[in-house]
């Protein structure tokens, strides 16, 4: 029972990053925009953070999660920047989503290398030393079941990507904002005649897509790794996409696919604990959760496609 | 669009991503001539900046990075030509690469045959890959991108794990192969480099994507398919069926791409930590050259001399990621390319006589 406490403890570490970043997702895939540079989003985010982590930690005191709070702003912010590109590409001057967003992977990888190499002259950043700790929550955690799950030895970004989660549904489905936000995915033609005004919505969603998916950039390469390298993020920004239509778009079930793609991640790690598992080759393992990713897709593909106009060039003039 | 925007759009494109590189470089404190001097001696083996003999092994080399590139934007523009968009030629050339290694090790065959044999088994093992995004989009409506990006993770596990289960494999490569591309011909005439036949397969493969698009009624389908996918199911054509080909199509182009790096620059079975970028080169290639047969030709030679400069680059304290972000920010301006001609019409009509403009905007007073 204690090995799948443990795995349980990883696959919310594992998930949390493909939650958050696929919320950044779902914002912009509402408005109508697709979305794949969340990756490369990721990449920068993951880049910012892991760099500004190094270089304040000297400053304070050993142990203060001040760098991290700073590094993970930072991170937000420099995603946010780069899905501008994006936003302005496809919503200004009618850019095809899929190529613009390939694009801005493509920038993404080359510019967070190539800063590493101008910033600290090699193909890396360095190692920082305070990663993300674990925390247990008084009291919860005493509860049987849920409270060693979900409450004890548990990352706090974890109950970060939670909050977000409920204000993005609340944001989403319960307010005017998000009933107007929906519609531009849908009809943006029709929404323009209420009155809407689609082009601006569709930026503050995508900007929103980016500031997230930045955000899970630097949460992932906090609390999975000791630095930030070209492998820092290796496709949980694709992986995020593939939750959230597995998760049809909505909030809860893009949690549900998150953390079963962390378990799936998970699984690789804890084999070599698993005697029935151990003949497989590592490679099987390796590959194993984006394969299970299309297997999901395939068992799971439902009636529900998605926005309507997702991945549409928005014409005002169109009937 | 308009023929000489077709042309004009992806050299402002390659203009405008070039002047990019070269700001960033200046601000970074790096010399932006050393990379334009690295980038002329690796195409043609002349260093403006220490004049002395033309080294053609330079040229060899050159052609040897963008006979892949070649093949992968082959791929894209044929998927892209229908209506797809294959994102995952970077699986689709591992596969290729790891079915012609096990083909040329394990197959009893010898001399041309084999050789032919073992081509035919990466591009049959790249179809293969390729089919799978395609039949799941046609089935079950899941977007191709989404699988093929996922395959694309998939193909570099299962590619290192066939490689590893090679007879003669040690330390991340397996033996040299009976049977190879390579040429003592052309190496010779261009100074010893790893030039090699694999050039004929290219040549072939740019003849065959021609006549296949442009000149068959089955590429008619394909072109009406990308055109308007409902409208060619109205006119009676397959479009399911297009869809499944074209992927195929594509997904054996880039399969070849890695059976030539396999069977002619290499000669060897090789175990990669990551893919090496040709099945994303091939969609800045097919996007840039217009998904045509000429047109990718000569951007695959653009992105050929981008790759194969790089380490050069490297040498010479430059870091060798600008190329990539040269290569992101052409695929972005060419992207972009309608809104980018809307500007330029702008700019100039302000040069125009009025009324002209006025013709341009509908006739509206």
């Known amino acids: 029972m204690n090995i799948l406490y443990d795995m349980f403890s990883l696959a919310l570490m594992m998930a949390t990053p493909i939650l958050i970043a696929g919320l950044g997702g779902l914002f912009s895939e509402r408005s109508g925009v697709v979305n794949i540079a969340l990756e490369g989003m990721m990449q920068v985010g993951a880049f910012a953070c892991a760099g500004l982590v190094f270089v304040l930690e000297p400053h304070f005191a050993p142990g203060s999660p001040m760098p991290i709070a700073f590094g993970l702003v930072l991170g937000a912010i420099c995603g946010l920047v780069l899905s501008i590109i994006h936003a302005y590409a496809c919503i200004h001057l009618k850019a095809d989503h899929t190529i613009s967003g390939t694009a801005v992977n493509l920038l993404a990888t080359g510019v967070s290398l190539y800063a590493c190499q101008i910033i600290f002259d090699q193909q890396r950043t360095p190692a920082f030393t305070k990663a993300i700790s674990k925390v247990s929550v008084p009291i919860l955690k005493d509860i049987p079941v849920i409270g060693d799950l979900f409450f004890d030895n548990v990352y706090p970004t974890f109950y970060l990507g939670i909050i977000i989660m409920i204000l993005t549904w609340f944001i989403v489905f319960k307010t005017p904002f998000g009933l107007r936000l929906r519609s531009c995915g849908e009809f943006p033609q029709a929404s323009a005649s209420m009155g809407i005004n689609v082009i601006k919505m569709r930026y503050i969603a995508v900007l929103t897509s980016g500031f997230l998916a930045g955000l899970a950039g630097g949460v992932m390469v906090m609390s999975q790794n000791t630095q930030f390298t070209a492998a820092a993020i290796h496709g949980y920004g694709f992986i995020a996409i593939a939750a959230l239509i597995f998760g049809k778009w909505n909030p809860f079930g893009l949690l549900g696919a998150s953390i079963f793609f962390g378990f799936a991640q998970t699984l690789g790690l804890y084999v070599k604990d698993i005697s029935f598992l151990a003949v497989f080759p590592p490679e099987f393992f390796n590959a194993l959760p984006y394969a299970l990713t299309i297997i999901a897709l395939i068992v799971f593909s439902g009636k529900y496609n998605g926005p309507k106009a997702a991945g549409e060039i928005y014409d005002a003039g169109k009937r | ?365």
């Open chain 2, 1 to 365: 669009m308009k023929k000489y925007e077709k042309i004009i759009a992806p050299l402002l494109a390659i203009l405008l991503g070039i002047l990019i590189g070269t700001i960033l470089l200046v601000f970074s404190g790096k010399s932006p001539i050393y990379m334009f001097s690295t980038l002329i001696k690796s195409v043609i083996g002349y260093d403006i900046l220490k004049p002395g003999p033309i080294n053609l092994r330079y040229f060899g080399e050159f052609l040897v990075f963008s006979m892949p590139i070649i093949l992968t934007g082959l791929s894209v523009g044929f998927a892209y030509r229908t209506g797809l968009f294959n994102i995952g030629g970077e699986g689709q050339v591992l596969v290729g690469s790891a079915a012609s290694t096990a083909a040329a090790l394990l197959l009893p065959m010898s001399g041309v045959p084999h050789l032919i044999a073992c081509l035919l088994a990466g591009a049959l093992a790249g179809a293969i890959w390729a089919f799978i995004p395609g039949i799941l989009q046609v089935k079950k409506n899941i977007n191709v991108v989404v699988t093929a990006i996922m395959l694309n993770y998939v193909g570099l596990h299962f590619s290192n794990w066939v490689v590893q289960q090679m007879p003669t494999f040690a330390k991340a490569k397996t033996d040299y192969f009976p049977v190879s591309l390579k040429s003592p011909f052309l190496a010779s005439i261009t100074n010893n480099s790893r030039l090699h036949w694999g050039i004929i397969v290219v040549l072939v493969a740019l003849v065959i994507y021609h006549v296949l698009i442009e000149k068959t009624s089955f590429g008619y389908s394909l072109r009406a398919t990308g055109f308007n996918r409902e409208g060619a199911r109205y006119a009676g054509m397959k479009v399911d069926r297009n869809v499944v080909y074209a992927m195929m199509i594509s997904g054996a182009m880039a399969g070849l791409a890695g059976a030539i790096i396999t069977l002619g620059t290499f000669g060897y079975g090789r175990q990669l930590g990551a893919s090496e970028g040709y099945g994303f080169d091939g969609i800045a290639v097919a996007l840039v050259g217009g998904c045509n047969s000429i047109g990718i030709f000569l951007a695959g030679l653009l992105f050929g001399a981008l790759k194969v400069a790089q380490p050069a680059m490297q040498a010479l304290q430059i870091p060798k990621d600008i190329a990539t972000i040269i290569s992101a920010c052409i695929i972005l301006f060419v992207s972009m390319q309608y809104g980018i001609m809307d500007v330029v019409y702008k700019v100039v009509g302000r040069f125009k006589k009025k009324d002209e403009v006025v013709t341009k905007d509908g006739g509206e007073a």
